[in-house]
């Protein structure tokens, strides 16, 4: 079946700008997971939904950045007023369950650049 | 922030030549996974050990974990040039807590 999709591939936008990351996930998993990957500090967690509970917003860097996952499935992760040292791939992953230690598949990832 | 320490950094070995890559981390685990990631996307699951197991074989990978030195390693055996890639090792919890990774050049 269909693994996780992420859009845009590739993002350029000017520094301030407002910008919106899209993931599909695995249809049938009820968990979905953001991560961003950048050189200074290699894969970070960022947020994690699990089906209807409230998300762990633990790791979003600021307020800045945002997340929603609409029905249960996509979910889309904002950066408002964004600022050069947001450049990174931000990753999707999703799970079956979100099981304490489940395996997680990863969508290719979204290239931002922010100039 | 980051759990999991990879070890070394960076390896290039020649096609046909095992390639060792090792693992240190912080806390204590249930499980811990390694995972691969190719030209700086998405990432692709490898294998997975829970922290009652002291190896684990999967194809030509061969993960060992240490849980008394909190370490693990990750061995590929007859390695290929489309072994090149990123790997890193990553501690669990619901997210993922992964290392810096260890970039694995297999040249021909």
């Known amino acids: 079946g269909a693994g996780v999709s992420q859009s845009p591939s590739n993002k350029v936008t000017e520094k301030g700008k407002d910008v919106e990351l899209r993931c599909d996930p695995i249809s049938g998993h009820t968990a979905l997971y953001w991560y961003r990957q950048s050189l200074g500090q290699g894969l970070e967690f960022l947020i994690y939904f699990q089906g209807n509970s409230a998300p762990d917003k633990s790791g979003l860097p600021s307020d800045r950045f945002s997340a929603e996952r609409t029905g249960g499935s996509v979910s889309t992760l904002t950066i408002q007023r964004t600022q050069q040292e947001d450049s990174a791939v931000y990753l999707c992953?999703?799970?079956?369950?979100?099981?304490?230690?489940?395996?997680?598949?990863f969508g290719p990832g979204t290239r931002l650049l922010v100039l | 922030s980051q759990q999991g320490e990879e070890d070394p950094q960076a390896l290039s070995i020649q096609e046909g030549e095992n390639a060792t890559m090792n693992c240190s981390y912080k806390?204590?685990?249930?499980?811990l996974q390694w995972y691969r990631q190719n030209s700086g996307r998405g990432l692709v699951h490898l294998i997975l050990i829970r922290s009652n197991e002291r190896e684990k074989h999967s194809g030509r990978l061969r993960v060992t974990l240490d849980t008394s030195k909190k370490s693990s390693s990750l061995l590929i055996t007859a390695s290929r040039a489309a072994d090149t890639a990123s790997y890193f090792c990553?501690?669990?919890?619901?997210?993922?807590?992964f290392g810096k990774g260890t970039s694995l050049l297999v040249t021909p």
């Open positions: 992953a999703s799970s079956f369950g979100g099981v304490w230690g489940e395996t997680q598949y």
């Open positions: 990553a501690t669990t919890g619901y997210a993922l807590n």
């Open positions: 806390t204590s685990i249930n499980n």
